[in-house]
């Protein structure tokens, strides 16, 4: 399912990446998402868990959004759905994190807290023994440990989301490809060093 946004409330939804129709916010949430919208989704992850050993699911802003939860198909519900593993990533780079995370636990419904096994700080800048008081703390709140602090890295990639306010310029072209795998690489390397890998794929067992 994808949104585009064209003001005033509304936006375009696609379906498997066919446009669908133009949906106004309140019919998204009382009419679409949790009748139309979360049958595509599970249809579409029924197909992929078929035909792949491996599915990863990547959620969207906020699992504990307690006024759209009930409405949320792209984070706990979902990962509900596939029985999935989650790891919680926040970034400690806008500060709040502890607080966050422990807020987020305390806000997702019970049957989803279950499947949270770990925490993941991103974008991190600093001395890392100053923050390695703060795990052990969390996981004593929390009953969940911390599987990787990930640093803070300069990286020359586009925005993820088009409608980012300031897009970078290198664009997403065939022309840029070599640069582009040249820095997910170098991305990729600095995530794998910064993880417990061993923990995750225990996961996966």
Do not use: C
Request: hydrophobic share 40%; charged share 25%; glycine share 6%.
């Amino acid at each position: 399912i994808l949104l585009k946004p064209i003001g005033n409330y509304n936006s375009i939804v696609y379906l498997n990446g066919k446009r669908y129709k133009k949906m106004h916010a309140k019919e998204y949430y009382e009419k679409f998402v949790n009748h139309t919208g979360i049958d595509v989704a599970v249809k579409s992850l029924k197909t992929l868990q078929k035909n792949y050993d491996l599915v990863i699911l990547e959620g969207a802003g906020s699992p504990a959004e307690i006024n759209l939860q009930k409405f949320d198909i792209a984070n706990m519900k979902i990962a509900h759905k596939a029985n999935a593993s989650v790891l919680l990533v926040s970034d400690i780079d806008k500060g709040g994190s502890f607080a966050s995370l422990v807020g987020t636990m305390a806000l997702i419904e019970k049957k989803y807290q279950k499947l949270v096994k770990g925490f993941i700080f991103n974008k991190f800048r600093g001395d890392l023994d100053v923050l390695k008081p703060g795990f052990q703390k969390l996981k004593n709140i929390t009953k969940i440990p911390v599987l990787g602090t990930i640093p803070l890295i300069p990286l020359d990639l586009p925005e993820e989301d088009s409608l980012n306010v300031i897009p970078k310029d290198i664009q997403w072209t065939k022309k840029n490809i070599s640069k582009i795998d040249d820095e997910l690489n170098k991305l990729a390397k600095t995530v794998k060093s910064n993880i417990d890998i061993k923990s995750i794929e225990k996961m996966l067992q």
